[in-house]
C-alpha cells in the first residue's frame, strides 16, 4: 500500500533518475509556455491541443498543471482535474514530452508527480485516455504504471486536426490504482523484452498480424478468462505511409478489442512484443482480492512480530 511519503518519495526519485526539476505551473506566462510545448508534441502549431486560457481556468478550479524543467528549459508537463466527488478520483486531462527527449524517464516523473498531488488531497485513482493503437503508450501505461484498461470509447474526441491522430480518434479509457506499488518486476509487468507466458499458457489470441501486416481476426473459446489482442509497432508510421491500411487496424482493434471490454473484459498487461493481454473482469478482481490479502495477512504478521518484539525488549 502506498503512503503519501512513498509517493513524494518515488516521485522526487523519478524526478532525479530523469534529470529533471518538477514544478507547478499557474502563471500565464508560464501556462503558455505549456500550451506551447503540446503544440510541438501534437504537431499543431496554429492551434494548441490545450489552449494557455483554458490551462488557466482548469488551474483555477483547482485542477493542476506538473512540469518537468531540464537546463530550466520545460520538457514536459500534464494536465489533471478532479472527477465527481463521489468517484474519489482524477483525470488526467493530458501529458507529454517534449520530441526528442522521450524515453528518459520525463513521462515517469510526470505520472509520479501527478499521483503525489492526487494523494494529498486524498483521491485513490486516476483515469485518462490514450489511443489503443500506440504500442509505447500502451507499454507505458499499462506496463509501467500498472494502469488497467476498462473501458474502449469509439472516436471519443471525433477528428483532430494534428501531425499525430487519425481521422478516427478511438481511444481506451484506464485507471491507476493510486495505493499500488508499480508493477515490481519486468516479468509481472509484460514489459518488452520479459519473458512472457509460454506453450499452452498463452491466452488465446482475438486478432493478429497476418500476410502484409494485414489485421485478421481469430475466434476464440467463450470460457476464455485470458485474450491478447495485437497492435502494430508504428501506427503513426502505417499512418504516413499507407492510411488504408491504418484505417483497416483502426476498425480491427476496435472490434477485437473494443467487443472484448464491452464483454466484461480488463485491459491488465502487456505481452512482449506487441500483445494486449485481457482478462475476464471478475477473473481479475479475485485475483486483486486475493492479492490484498495476502498484503493484508502479511502486514498482520508484521505488526505481530513488532508488537513481539517490543514486549521482549520491555521484559
Not at 518515488?10 to 526539476?21: E, F, L, N, W
Not at 518538477?22 to 503544440?39: I, S
Not at 530550466?72 to 478520483?89: E, K, M
Not at 464491452?262 to 492479492?291: C, F
Amino acid at each position: 500500500m502506498i503512503t503519501q511519503d512513498d509517493a513524494e518519495q518515488d516521485a522526487a526519485a523519478a524526478a532525479a533518475r530523469a534529470s529533471v526539476v518538477m514544478g507547478e505551473l499557474d502563471t500565464v506566462e508560464g501556462l503558455r509556455e505549456a500550451a506551447d510545448l503540446f503544440a510541438r508534441i501534437w504537431e499543431t502549431p496554429a492551434v494548441p491541443p490545450m489552449p494557455h486560457d483554458v490551462l488557466r481556468s482548469l488551474v483555477h478550479a483547482g485542477g493542476r498543471v506538473d512540469a518537468a524543467f531540464r537546463d530550466g528549459n520545460l520538457v514536459g508537463a500534464a494536465v489533471a482535474v478532479f472527477s465527481a466527488p463521489a468517484d474519489a478520483a482524477c483525470y488526467s486531462l493530458i501529458a507529454g514530452v517534449s520530441p526528442g527527449a522521450e524515453s528518459r524517464g520525463i513521462g515517469l516523473a510526470l505520472k509520479l508527480a501527478q499521483r503525489a498531488w492526487a494523494l494529498r488531497a486524498g483521491v485513490s485513482r486516476m483515469v485518462w485516455t490514450f489511443d489503443p493503437l500506440l504500442r509505447r503508450n500502451a507499454w507505458f501505461n499499462i506496463a509501467r504504471m500498472g494502469a488497467v484498461g476498462t473501458e474502449y470509447l469509439v472516436d471519443f474526441y471525433g477528428e483532430v486536426t494534428d501531425g499525430v491522430n487519425d481521422p478516427e480518434t478511438d481511444r481506451l479509457a484506464v485507471t491507476w490504482n493510486l495505493r499500488v506499488p508499480l508493477p515490481a518486476s519486468t516479468a509481472r509487468a509484460g514489459v518488452p523484452g520479459s519473458p512472457g507466458p509460454a506453450g499452452d499458457t498463452e491466452p488465446p489470441a482475438i486478432l493478429v498480424a497476418g500476410p502484409g501486416d494485414e489485421p485478421v481476426a481469430e475466434a476464440v473459446p467463450e470460457a476464455s478468462t485470458r485474450r491478447r489482442c495485437w497492435i502494430p509497432g508504428d501506427i503513426i508510421a502505417i499512418r504516413r505511409t499507407d492510411p488504408g491500411l491504418a484505417r483497416r487496424w483502426r476498425l480491427a482493434v476496435r472490434e477485437a478489442l473494443g467487443g472484448a471490454v464491452a464483454e466484461g473484459y480488463q485491459v491488465t498487461g502487456i505481452m512482449d512484443p506487441g500483445w494486449y493481454v485481457l482478462e475476464k473482469a471478475q477473473a481479475t478482481e479475485k485475483a486483486q482480492a486475493t492479492e490484498k490479502a495476502q498484503a493484508t495477512e502479511k502486514a498482520q504478521a508484521t505488526e505481530k512480530a513488532q508488537a513481539t518484539e517490543k514486549a521482549q525488549a520491555e521484559r
